[in-house]
């Protein structure tokens, strides 16, 4: 199967898919993307922003 670039299988990807392998273990390209949304949202609400004195 070509991968959404042309060219073979990438090995990074779930077999049959073009959606990179993933702690989550999510197949659907969907749910990868609506949970990276809610971990990026997650990962800048606890950022420190820096106020110089």
């Known amino acids: 199967m070509l991968d959404k670039y042309g060219a073979d299988q990438d090995p990074y990807c779930y077999p049959g898919s073009s959606v990179l392998r993933n702690r989550l273990d999510l197949h ?9 949304r ?7 609400g606890n950022l420190r922003l820096y106020s110089p004195p």
């Open 38 to 44: 809610e971990l990026s949202e997650i990962a800048v």
């Open 28 to 36: 659907d390209e969907e749910s990868l993307h609506e949970a990276e």
